[in-house]
């Protein structure tokens, strides 16, 4: 790590909107209320270049030119001490991100949550030549990485981990991940935590609610409605749930904003193939091996496939391996509908 990036390190309180109010100072009145407009140093959200223009009664070419303005006043002073130290806390934040971090991400690291701090950070963000945005549309989020940062480089690790990702057809944790890409060409050169940086500005592969990488169009990374939740609730789980459970782990986990109603899930996996009722209100993934139909159906299909006959106690343990239903409930039915052998035993009628 270079000296400008220990320095840094210790220098960790700066308030960026007082440096900005020390650059813009000199400025027409108009010149600095625009520029704390634009970059929503004051009061709201950052305002649009038309949305100034028609405040000011001015074109957005001439909002523009103002902004310009300030930026080269910023590279003129970068070597003075306070903008030194916002350069130095800039390039210190980027290189423990590997030299990358999606925009949001880093003027939440530096200005925290405070909107007015954060907007005096983007504005340096922008000026400073030692720092450059970096968006594919469709391939990245917003980003800002060091200048002369690898873009080729990260275009080649985003497109190893993509084909792990199609090869594996399901999330994987991070561990797992970068287990698969250590044995390829470019695992000796990127380590653990620069994948991660990496991956994290990302916008074809992102993490699932439960920390784990997969492809953006997966409805185990992005699920959209009720059963795509259930699904990668019982995913997780490994194991049948009832309805309401399922629902409350839909909110625990962060992935309704509304609250679930657990009818609403009852409602839509009983319609679903991809779900198995297995109990009362219990269920479980077809992908398992449970197949629909009710206690009768499963023991008949168990009885089909049996070469023999069977004892009680071997078709009960055969029926809850797939349902989760009484003891009781097994032994009427096989009652009701199947033969019953002298020995004891049953077969298909």
């Known amino acids: 790590m ?61 909002v523009r030119q103002v902004i310009r303005e300030v930026c080269k006043k910023v590279k003129a002073r970068a070597g003075a001490p306070l903008l030194s130290r916002v350069k130095n806390k800039i390039i210190f934040t980027l290189e423990s991100n590997s030299g990358i971090m999606e925009t949001e991400k880093i003027l939440e690291e530096i200005g925290g949550k405070d909107k007015n701090q954060k907007g005096a950070v983007r504005l340096f963000l922008d000026c400073l ?38 090869k594996q057809d399901s999330p994987m944790d991070e561990k797992s991940l970068f287990n698969q890409f250590s044995k390829t060409l470019l695992g000796d050169k990127i380590g653990k935590e ?14 699932n609610t439960f920390g784990k990488w997969g492809l953006f169009g997966w409805k185990e990374v992005s699920p959209k409605g009720t059963r795509d939740k259930a699904y990668l609730i019982l995913k997780e789980k490994g194991a049948p749930m009832h309805f309401k459970d399922i629902a409350e782990e839909i909110d625990k986990s962060g992935l309704n904003k509304k609250k679930t109603h657990p009818q609403t899930v009852h409602n839509e996996l009983i319609k679903d193939r991809k779900f198995v009722l297995v109990g009362r209100g219990i269920y479980a993934l077809a992908e398992w091996g449970y197949e629909r139909g009710t206690v009768k159906d499963v023991l008949e299909s168990i009885l089909k496939k049996s070469s ?11 029926v809850m391996k797939v349902r989760q239903v009484k003891k009781s409930t097994i032994v009427i039915n096989l009652n009701n509908y199947f033969k019953k052998t002298r020995e004891g035993k049953y077969l298909n009628r």
Do not use: C, H
Request: glycine share 4%; net charge neutral; hydrophobic share 35%.
């Open 194 to 207: 620069k994948l991660s940086n990496f991956l994290a500005v990302s916008r074809e592969i992102k993490k």
């Open 2 to 62: 270079n000296n400008i990036s220990k320095t840094s390190k210790k220098e960790e309180k700066i308030s960026f909107i007082s440096v900005v109010d020390d650059i813009i100072s000199d400025l027409p009145q108009r010149s600095q209320e625009i520029m704390r407009k634009r970059y929503g140093i004051i009061g709201s959200e950052a305002a649009t270049l038309e949305e100034i223009g028609r405040e000011f009664g001015i074109t957005r070419e001439r």
């Open 129 to 166: 030549e030692s720092v450059q945005e970096f968006e594919i549309k469709g391939v990245t989020e917003k980003s800002f990485v060091l200048a002369g940062f690898d873009r080729e480089e990260w275009a080649r690790v985003k497109n190893e981990i993509m084909e792990i990702l199609r």
């Open 308 to 318: 023999k006959t069977m004892s009680k106690d071997e078709i009960i343990s055969e």
